[in-house]
């Protein structure tokens, strides 16, 4: 069975999603960052505090790889920036793989972003205008990397479980 990806931008429901997702098909979800984060010992903050966001994408991308090459079913939740980093967008492409980006517009992801900044330090120390901004530049910068996904499910407007039912869809 192929290994199911998720990724997108912060706050498209990543983690959410594969949760539920993990709940219906009783496959496995391993979520990037909390990996990250186990093998570390550190919070994604504190990692990001200590050692900076270069050696963030380091622990990345040998976690990625490193989920990747285990023979278990698994769904894997992405961090938002990993498809843009170390080349990571082209495992995406793999055949042993189910790559599905989580598609939401600027409004989508500031509203739900705006409540939950605390735990994402690229955001954390922003103000409500600053963060749009933000959101909508870095998004353009990012859509080039999601866009190598084999999949796209739109997820605006969508209740959690009308997304798992549209990947439940992809899936079958
Ligand atoms: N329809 C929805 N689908 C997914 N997440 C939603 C939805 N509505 C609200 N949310 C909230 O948006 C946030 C998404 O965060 P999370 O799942 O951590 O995303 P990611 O892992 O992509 O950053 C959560 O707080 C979740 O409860
Ligand atoms: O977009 C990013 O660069 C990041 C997204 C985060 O994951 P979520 O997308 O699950 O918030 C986490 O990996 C880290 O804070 C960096
Ligand atoms: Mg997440």
């Known amino acids: 069975m192929k290994k199911i990806i998720l990724l997108g931008y912060m706050g498209c429901g990543k983690s959410t999603i594969a949760q539920n997702l993990s709940k219906i098909t009783n496959i496995p979800f391993l ?7 186990n093998k570390a010992k550190l919070s994604i903050n ?4 200590q050692f900076g966001e270069i050696h963030f994408r380091k622990l990345e991308h ?29 495992l995406l ?10 598609k939401a517009s ?26 749009r901004e933000f959101i909508a530049k870095h998004l353009f910068d990012r859509s080039y990397y999601y866009n190598h996904a084999q999949h796209k499910v739109s997820v605006d407007n969508k209740a959690v479980d009308e997304t798992v039912q549209d990947i439940l869809e992809i899936l079958a």
Do not use: W
């Open 31 to 37: 979520d990037l960052d909390k990996c990250i984060e």
């Open 106 to 131: 600027i409004d989508t992801l500031y509203n739900r972003l705006i409540h939950n900044k605390s735990k994402r330090p690229l955001i954390a120390n922003m103000n409500e205008e600053e963060m």
């Open 62 to 90: 040998e976690m990625f790889l490193e989920l990747l090459q285990s023979s278990e079913n698994s769904i894997i939740g992405l961090g938002g920036g990993t498809p843009c980093y170390a080349n990571n967008h082209e």
């Open 93 to 102: 492409k793999r055949d042993d793989v189910a790559s599905i980006y989580l």
């Open 46 to 49: 504190e990692i990001f505090e």
